[in-house]
């Protein structure tokens, strides 16, 4: 009976090794699954973002976080010139640039304001009204003079 007893003990604190073992083991896999599908992707981002910032020379066409499409006129250090319409440049930092807009050959600011230079418009820095607001301006107009 005793020699039982020591079997069953020795049994427990080898099972007793082993589930702590197992007990750490969903933690290092949820770990090895986080930075496949977290860390390691983002990283990655910031490396090829890091590379595109580098990257940018003078001529190119350029979007930026906040959706601004212009080309860079000058770059320094941390920032950059952007020429966002014909004469008006601006500056920003490198690391608002969201991307390189390639075979861009002129920036989506500059034709609307050649179109509206070109119309011979007063204020080129107007922005364009689709027909459908302007309707729906004019008719909301309609409605307030006719409830006076």
């Known amino acids: 009976m005793f020699v039982f007893s020591l079997l069953v003990n020795d049994v427990h604190a080898q099972s007793g090794a082993g589930s702590s073992l197992m007990s750490i083991v969903p933690f290092i896999a949820i770990f090895v699954l986080m930075y496949f599908l977290v860390i390691r992707p983002q990283s990655k981002r910031a490396k090829e973002q890091k590379t595109m910032q580098e990257s940018l020379t003078t001529g190119k066409f350029i979007v930026t976080t906040g959706g601004i499409i212009g080309r860079v006129v000058k770059v320094e250090e941390q920032e950059l010139h952007l020429e966002v319409s014909k004469g008006q440049v601006i500056r920003m930092f490198k690391a608002h640039v969201a991307g390189i807009l390639e075979n861009q050959k002129q920036s989506l600011a500059g034709k ?23 309707k729906r301006v004019a008719e909301t107009k309609k409605k307030a003079s006719e409830s006076k």
């Not at 418009?121 to 607001?133: D, G, I, L, M, Q």
């Open 112 to 134: 609307e304001a050649e179109e509206v230079a070109d119309t011979g418009a007063k204020n080129a820095r107007r922005p364009a009204v689709s027909k459908a607001a302007a």
